[in-house]
Antibody, heavy 121, light 108 residues
Framework: QVQLVESGGGVVQPGTSLRLSCAAS????????MHWVRQAPGKGLEWVAV????????YYADSVEGRFTISRDNSENTLHLQMTSPTREDTGVYFC??????????????WGQGTLVTVSS | SYELTQPPSVSVSPGQAARITCSGD??????AYWYQQKSGQAPLLVIY???KRPSGIPERFSASRSGTMATLTITGAQVDDEADYSC???????????FGGGTKLTVL
């Protein structure tokens, strides 16, 4: 079955950088779009970014545009999120999710359990 | 701006119907999706493409969309249905994808 396991979370100082990863298994990773979604403590879900199956199309929420970069390694079945210059507002649980299809217009269909990122000095 | 608005909370007694709404201008053109999130767990897709149930989701979950509003209905809500429910809408042309603020369903 579809398995998504996030890693790389932790405490990071404002203005530094952090890379999150998501290891995928149980499906043909290279044929599906992938999303990152986050959730601040006690708050609702916030869509962060999506990448198409081949990595050519990427879209970001306005709140992270220019600071975060989504990427994928189809040879390693892994999704990444490079977070640069994080602020306290970026604190939260980061979920990776598989899209329902390969294009960037997909919706999050299957979700990982998330990894906690805390931005604090 | 593009927003999806949900009531913060809905409360029903066991066996009653629970209705959770999601409103936004984009819903006149775009599909709505619904996610259930129980405390400490990852979200679970319960409705896709406005009104379709993924495999394994009980029949008591249904949904509809009309005009600027989408509605999730849980017929005969159970205590196990207590969770946060969030709507989501997407645009295949790459414009913002957005979740509603979420609705906490209490079945008590």
């Amino acid at each position: 079955q579809v398995q998504l396991v996030e890693s790389g979370g932790g405490v990071v100082q404002p203005g530094t950088s952090l890379r999150l990863s998501c290891a995928a298994s149980g499906f043909a990773f290279s044929t599906f779009a992938m999303h990152w979604v986050r959730q601040a403590p006690g708050k609702g879900l916030e869509w962060v970014a999506v990448i198409s199956y081949n990595g050519r199309n990427k879209y970001y929420a306005d709140s992270v545009e220019g600071r975060f970069t989504i990427s994928r390694d189809n040879s390693e079945n892994t999704l990444h999120l490079q977070m640069t210059s994080p602020t306290r507002e970026d604190t939260g649980v980061y979920f990776c999710a598989r899209g329902d299809m390969g294009g960037s217009g997909s919706y999050p269909q299957y979700w990982g359990q998330g990894t906690l990122v805390t931005v604090s000095s | 701006s593009y927003e999806l608005t949900q009531p913060p909370s809905v409360s029903v007694s066991p066996g009653q119907a629970a209705r959770i709404t999601c409103s936004g201008d984009a819903l006149t053109k775009k599909f709505a999706y619904w996610y259930q999130q129980k405390s400490g767990q990852a979200p679970l897709l319960v409705i896709y493409d406005d009104n379709k149930r993924p495999s394994g989701i009980p029949e008591r979950f249904s949904a509809s969309r009309s005009g600027t509003m989408a509605t999730l209905t849980i017929t005969g809500a159970q205590v196990d249905d207590e969770a946060d429910y969030s709507c989501y809408s997407t645009d295949s042309n790459g414009s913002p994808r957005l979740f509603g603020g979420g609705t906490k369903l209490t079945v008590l």
